[in-house]
Structures are given as C-alpha cells and as structure tokens.
C-alpha cells in the first residue's frame, strides 16, 4: 500500500517555473514506478512523465519533452516534476501515481494515486 500527496502547485505566469512535489508513505516505495498525469476541466487525464523505481529511465509526453524533468529521491520517499517554460496549455490538475509494474504512460496502468494539485499558468 503507497499512500501520495502532491504539493507544490499555484499560479504562475507564462513561462515561469514550477516544482511539484510528491510524499509516498510506505517503506516499499523504491519498488514502485511513478508517474505524473494532468487532467484539465472536461478533458481526459493525460501522461505526463514517468520515472522507474531506480530513477533511469524516464518518459515524457511529446507535449512537454524539453521543459519538464521528473526524478526521485528514494531516500527520502519523493518524486519530484521541474516544469519549466511553462505554457498556459500546461494549466491543469496534476496527479502523482505509482505502479508496481513498469512505468506505463495510460492511466490505468497505475493502482495508486494522489489527490492532485492545481497548477494555473496565466498568458
């Protein structure tokens, strides 16, 4: 059982930066694949990047390749998501998931999630 919570969302404006942050419970987290997903309002929730239980390797969505890094800290339970440059195409509630299996890039592929985080980036 992984329990997350997502933090580290807010308003920010075109082309600024932010840094999400995800806190699992659990002494088995370094066993989990993470993932992050975004879900604006009546739209699907979507990958967004993934990282394997030993942090290589990594995927991105093609929308964000470039400008988002995620990476983990085992050690201390984290998974972390730099969005950088952002667009206000990126506004969206952003998800923290993990799977025991291999990152996947669809949502279902994923048994544990947080309650998301809301990320605004104005124009």
């Known amino acids: 059982q992984v329990q997350l919570v997502e933090s580290g969302g807010g308003l920010v404006q075109a082309g600024g930066s932010l840094r999400l942050s995800c806190a699992a419970s659990?002494?088995?987290?370094?066993?989990?694949?993470m993932a992050w997903f975004r879900q604006a309002p009546e739209k699907e929730r979507d990958f967004v990047a993934a990282?394997?239980?030993?942090?290589?390797?990594?995927n991105y969505a093609d929308s964000v390749k470039g400008r988002f890094t995620v990476s983990r800290d085992n050690a201390k339970n984290m998974v972390y998501l730099q969005m950088n440059s952002l667009k206000p195409e990126d506004t969206a509630v952003y998800f923290c998931?993990?799977?025991?299996?291999?990152?996947?890039?669809?949502?279902?592929?994923?048994?544990?999630w947080g309650q998301g985080t809301q990320v605004t980036v104005s124009s």
């Open positions: 998931a993990a799977t025991i299996y291999s990152h996947r890039t669809y949502p279902t592929g994923y048994d544990y």
């Open positions: 990282i394997s239980w030993s942090g290589d390797p990594t």
């Open positions: 659990g002494r088995t987290f370094s066993s989990y694949a």
